[in-house]
């Protein structure tokens, strides 16, 4: 299974966003593959979170166009949605103290537990995640 990062979402979503090429080709082959693709619901939260954002950015996506994208993501047959486990707090707090993960990072402490505990390929623009010892993953290509 395929596990996106936000930023990839957003940028596949944003036409503006400097990746968007390269997120969209990418999401568009994801989700007209045969291989389950997973989606986290914060990572979704966090979509909406950041392209309504009215202080951020100059021309916000609408809940319109927000929640279109989204639901076509989850209505997919081999969308998944990936939620945090029974052992999900363990390889949390396993990798926030083995890398010493602080701040602004604990939030991909988080989406690297979530993908190490779903056997996903978590697929990020942020290289920082190889950080993380048994995450599997990968840029968009």
């Known amino acids: 299974m395929i596990l996106p990062d936000v930023n990839v979402l957003v940028h596949a979503f944003r036409k503006e966003a400097p990746e968007h090429p390269l997120c969209n080709s990418w999401l568009n082959a994801a989700l ?14 966090a979509v909406v979170r950041i392209t ?3 202080r951020t950015l100059p021309y916000p996506s609408t809940f ?7 639901d076509y993501l989850t209505s ?3 969308c ?8 999900h707090w363990d390889i949390f707090r396993r990798l926030c103290i083995e890398t010493n993960t602080r701040g602004p990072r604990v939030t991909d402490a988080w989406y690297a ?10 697929v990020t623009l ?3 995640l190889a950080r993380f010892p048994g995450l599997r993953w990968e840029k968009p290509s």
């Open 32 to 45: 007209q593959a045969l291989e389950p693709f997973g989606i986290s619901p914060l990572a979704l939260s």
């Open 52 to 54: 309504s954002n009215t």
């Open 64 to 70: 319109e166009e927000i929640f279109r994208f989204t």
């Open 76 to 78: 997919q047959p081999h």
């Open 80 to 87: 998944r949605l990936v939620t945090p486990g029974e052992r």
């Open 113 to 122: 537990a979530l993908a190490i505990e779903a056997g996903a390929t978590f």
């Open 126 to 128: 942020d290289r920082d």
